[in-house]
C-alpha cells in the first residue's frame, strides 16, 4: 500500500491543511492501517481483470419466447428485483434512448402494472406496446418460478471463480450433452439448454502462500453498517475488524485492525495476518458482490430469451 493513500503517522502531517478529517490515533503498522476515503478505491487495488465464462442450464423454449420483441430491441438491459413485498421488472429496450418500460407489482406477479417512461411522445406504437407488455408478463412468470433455481446458480458461478476455474458450468448427469443441445424430459416436461455469457471479475483464485483461503465479510450488527469483520469461511475464525471513521456524519476514512490472536503466526515466523491483507479481503469481498451481481443479470437476460450483456469494466 502506497504512503500516499495512508492517514499521514506523523502528527503534524495529520495537522496540514489537506488532512481532510479529523486527527485520529496513531497507527500500529502491525495491526492497524487508516486508509482516507478518496483512496478507498477498489478497483486501483484489485487482482488483474479476468474473463470468465458461465454455462446456465435454461429452457430450450426461453430463446423463442423473445422472438416478436426481439426486433425492437437495441442493445437492452433487462433489471429484475423481486423483493419480498414489491417487485419490479424493468426494460431499457435501446441504448441510445431515455426510454424505460417498467412492470411492478405488489405481492403477486399476475396483478402487475404495466408502464412505459420515456422523454420521446411514443417511442413504441400500440401493436408494439401490446408485444412489450406480453413478453414482460411472461418474464416475470418465468423468473419467479425460477428465483430459487437463479440464486443457486449465481452462488455456483462466484464458487467456481473464488475456486480458480475460468469456465463454471452446472452439474451434469453422466450423458452430458454438448453445448447448446437441447435436453429433453421423457415425461414430456420442457427440456433444456446451455446458455452461454462471457463475464470479466476481478475475483483472484486461490492463495498458496496464505493461509486463509476465502474470507467473508460480515455485519456483526445490521443497524451499524460502518463496522464490519471478516471472517475465515472454514474455520470461522475472526480475522479483523474494518470501521467506517466519520467527521459529523460524513465518513472520511476506514480502519483495518487485525484482531490480537492472530497478529503473529508460528513462532520466529511471518505474522499470520497483517492489515494489508484485510484491505485485499475486503476489496476481493465486494469483487465477488460485483461478479454475483453480473452473474445474475446474465441469467436474467437468456432466461428471458435475450442475449447476456456483454462484460462490464469496473476499471480505475
Known amino acids: 500500500m502506497a504512503g500516499s493513500v495512508l492517514v499521514p503517522a506523523d502528527p503534524a502531517a495529520r495537522d496540514a491543511p489537506d488532512a481532510r478529517g479529523p486527527r485520529p490515533l496513531a497507527d500500529d503498522p502491525a495491526t492497524v492501517l487508516t486508509v482516507r476515503r478518496e483512496h478507498d478505491v477498489v478497483p486501483e487495488r484489485a487482482t488483474p481483470w479476468r474473463d470468465v465464462v458461465a454455462e446456465f442450464d435454461v429452457p430450450d423454449d426461453a430463446r423463442a419466447s423473445a422472438d416478436l420483441v426481439r426486433p425492437l430491441l437495441d442493445d437492452p438491459e433487462l433489471h429484475w428485483s423481486p423483493g419480498l413485498r414489491r417487485g419490479v ?114 475475483v483472484a483464485g486461490p492463495d498458496t502462500e496464505s493461509g486463509h483461503g476465502r474470507v467473508d465479510v460480515r455485519l456483526p450488527d445490521p443497524g451499524d453498517p460502518g463496522h464490519e469483520v471478516l471472517v475465515d469461511v472454514s474455520t470461522d475464525r475472526l480475522l479483523g475488524h474494518r470501521t467506517t471513521l466519520a467527521d459529523e456524519g460524513g465518513p472520511w476514512a476506514f480502519r483495518y485492525v487485525v484482531v490480537g490472536e492472530v497478529e503473529t503466526g508460528p513462532a520466529e515466523g511471518p505474522a499470520d495476518v497483517v492489515p494489508a491483507d484485510l484491505v485485499h479481503w475486503h476489496d476481493q469481498h465486494i469483487q465477488r458482490q460485483m461478479l454475483a451481481d453480473d452473474a445474475r443479470q446474465a441469467l436474467v437476460h437468456l432466461l428471458t430469451g435475450l442475449d447476456a450483456p456483454a462484460s462490464v469494466g469496473y476499471g480505475g
Request: charged residues 25%.
Open 89 to 202: 421488472l424493468a426494460l431499457l429496450p435501446r441504448s441510445t434512448a431515455m426510454v424505460r418500460v417498467v412492470l411492478s407489482w405488489e405481492w403477486s406477479v399476475e396483478a402487475a402494472d404495466f408502464s412505459v417512461h420515456s422523454l420521446e411522445p411514443e417511442p413504441f406504437s400500440s401493436d408494439d406496446l401490446v408485444v412489450l407488455e406480453g413478453w414482460l408478463r411472461d418474464a416475470a412468470r418465468r423468473l419467479a418460478t425460477e428465483s430459487d433455481a437463479i440464486e443457486v446458480a449465481v452462488t455456483r458461478v462466484v464458487d467456481d471463480v473464488v475456486s480458480g476455474l475460468d469456465r463454471s458450468a452446472p452439474p451434469r448427469s453422466t450423458s452430458t450433452p454438448a453445448d447448446d443441445d437441447v435436453v429433453n424430459d421423457p415425461d414430456g416436461a420442457t427440456g433444456h439448454t446451455t446458455g452461454t455469457a462471457v463475464l470479466g471479475t476481478r
